[in-house]
């Protein structure tokens, strides 16, 4: 019976992976379809989301918990908040309809294309597929952590193992200017005197 | 739930049901299994809350809270309040746009869900063990925003939208102070897997990683006030304030939907206690028992013990500190909620990320044995001493007599007769 089950594992006819790849990504597929006709932006943005969502789907069921965890935080707790946001502070009618022009069709559908053809020629090229590692080989994230520190791994002795020490001390100091610098501007506006204040009911 | 302590010692539900059934039907059923439990326990641990939410409010303002439904203690009141809920018209406003606005609520309840599902009641009990688990905690339960947003915009209403744009400002900025609390255990730990965090806490009170050094002590406190922002709880309840915003953001909700959004607001209230008891307070570990109950009692009643006497006991108490929180402190000002969290909690949790930092790697060994038991002591002492103060009598004054400091003073109104 065990065997029996191996088997139908590796024939990879009709594993629980397949069948949950299918679901996600027929989501993710219905959801940017949502994204480029829906009409109204906040439906756009909705959609949009829920791409973003199925795309972390699509990495916890690659086993990448991590990148799949980090698509939330980022993408989802993060970024899509900020466009919902921008979209409530800024359309004066929330159900207004954008009415794009010929040449606005023409560069979107350009940009489009290329992305497209992009894509789809890295995937047919692809060397190396990402393939689903349900086994216990998955390491997990502490040679990633530990390679970002430039800690050698006592065990693995390999001659490829890379650092990255210099491009995530980069990205520290990037990240730190970007939060004195508004720090800086929240500060700059709110000690100036004659600025009224800021209205407490909103 | 399934259940994995590591790898090799895995006998999942999965592999229960691939005894009898195929491969793909096994993992489904598994994966039903372990959902309908959890929406189970989040649902009957939201009927509790509600009681006990009603109950400490109503102590706290001396009153006695519900007492007739369901014998002596109202116990039964949060089901005629589900009965009536249930029964209620489902409106929907005209001006609405109908498809956010249902899915609002779905959206708020799933993101509060999605935290159990990493949860571990006990090294036993996972929903599903990621070994990135802290940080998929934060992640789902930073997109809770999403359904409040969503509602408040949905909703056409002024109310809800001063509510959402409130609640969205608010929880993205507390975010930050509250992902770097975590980071603390998390560092000290040296995994993200929330199980192996717990595991490290075995053993006396003093293992427990909020008593390991001076800054997890005060980052537990930090991280506590900053969970009670997310989750919207007063003093930060801004975003449905009810005396300026009329409900806030579920202004115009009634009924089933209406409900999703307490589910949701009560599952994330326990999901972050739990996320703090896991982190900060020893998990599973009662701090009393010499070695672990799965050791003591064999792994299934070990692991039930975990779980209803351990973490639900601790978040219970966690919880009811909150709802102590709610019923005592007035609500804030939404730019005196910003100040304290940009001002205020944001440099003192890098300050203690730093610290905690400096402390492991330069701390001299006497001290790292010795505070430990130190902050323990102290803590045991104020505990006594609130708990001493509470027990005492209150002072009880006369008819028409002044209280306090004006003891034996008669009122005015006696006064004026005499």
Known sequence: MARALDSIHASKVMTTQWVLFIIVSVWIVMATLGVVFSHQIIRAAVNLLFGLIGISLLYFLLGAEYLGAAQLIIYVGGTMVLVVFGIMLTSQDGLSQPRPKWLEWAFGLFIAISIFGMIVYASINAIHRPIADQTNSLPGITPLGQSFLGVQDADSQESNHRHYLFPFEIVSVHLLVVLVGAAYLARSKRSRKNTPKVDPDV | MGTTVDRKTRCDLIALFQQYFPAWIATILAALTSAGVLVTFIALSALFFIWLERKVAARIQDRLGPTRVGGRFGWLQTLADGIKLLTKEDTIPTQADRFLFTLAPIIAFCSAFAAFIVLPFSPY??????????????????????????????????????????????????????????????????????????????????????????????????????????????????????????????????????????????????????????????????????????????????????????????????????????????????????????????????????????????????????????????????????????????????????????????????????
């Open chain 2, 125 to 418: 009990l996972v929903g599903f063990s990621l070994s990135t688990g802290a940080f998929f905690i934060l992640a789902v339960l930073s997109s809770e925003v999403f359904g409040v947003i969503l509602a408040g915009y949905a909703s056409a209403s002024k109310w809800s939208l001063f509510g959402a744009i409130r609640e969205a400002a608010q929880v993205v900025s507390y975010e930050v102070p509250r992902a770097l609390c975590v980071l603390i255990p998390i560092m000290l730990a040296g995994s993200l897997d929330l199980t192996k965090i717990a595991q490290q806490q075995s053993g006396g009170m003093w293992n427990w990683f909020i008593f390991h050094d001076p800054f997890t002590y005060i980052a537990f406190f930090i991280f506590f006030i900053c969970a009670t922002a997310s989750c919207k709880r007063a003093p930060f309840d801004l975003a449905e304030a009810e005396s300026e915003l009329v409900a806030g953001f579920h202004t115009e909700y009634s009924g089933l939907r209406w409900s999703f959004f307490f589910m949701a607001e009560y599952g994330s209230m326990f999901a972050v206690s739990a996320i703090a008891v896991i982190l900060f307070l020893g998990g599973w570990h009662s701090g009393v028992l010499p070695s672990d109950t799965e050791v003591l009692f064999g792994p299934i009643i070990g692991s039930l013990i975990n779980m209803f006497v351990y973490i639900v006991m601790k978040c219970w108490l966690l919880i009811f500190v909150m709802m102590w929180l709610r019923w005592s402190l007035p609500r804030l000002r939404i730019d005196q909620v910003m100040m304290t969290c940009l001002q205020y909690f944001l440099p003192i949790s890098a300050v203690l990320l730093l610290g905690a930092t400096t402390w492991q790697l330069f701390a001299p060994i006497w001290m790292r044995v010795w505070v430990p038991y130190l902050l323990f002591a102290a803590t045991i002492l104020g505990v006594m001493t609130l708990i001493g103060m509470l027990a005492r009598r209150p002072t009880l004054t006369l008819a028409g007599e002044l209280p306090g400091v004006w003891l034996g003073r008669s009122t005015p109104f006696m006064r004026a007769k005499s």
